[in-house]
């Protein structure tokens, strides 16, 4: 349809359907539904995802994309066995008499 309408001199036309397009076809999928799906499979708020997203697609580019949640995911997956550690460290030695 871009091509067309650039075929036909409508140059408003291509940069619509270029704006929205790119909005419709690359954003929406990139910034909600995929954060939304990984952040169920890993048990993790999808706005963290994104956040995980965005921010390693700013600080290391396309490597960023994939690390970025990977990096998140990793945090926040240690954070959650040190504190299930610490629970069991904590009612072992309350419940334990030598």
């Known amino acids: 349809m871009g091509t067309y309408a650039f075929a036909l001199g409508d140059t408003r036309g291509v940069l619509i359907l270029f704006f929205l397009g790119y909005l419709i076809v690359s954003c929406v999928p990139e ?14 708020h999808p706005v963290i995802m994104f956040i995980g997203i965005v921010g390693g697609t700013l600080t290391m580019g396309l490597a960023g994309f994939v690390l970025g949640p990977v ?19 904590s009612f072992q030695g309350t419940s334990s008499h030598p």
Do not use: A
Request: positive net charge.
């Open 31 to 44: 910034f909600y539904i995929r954060p939304v799906l990984v952040g169920r499979r890993v048990k993790i």
């Open 71 to 89: 990096i998140i995911v990793l945090l926040i997956t240690s954070f959650r066995i040190y504190v299930q550690e610490k629970k069991e460290r």
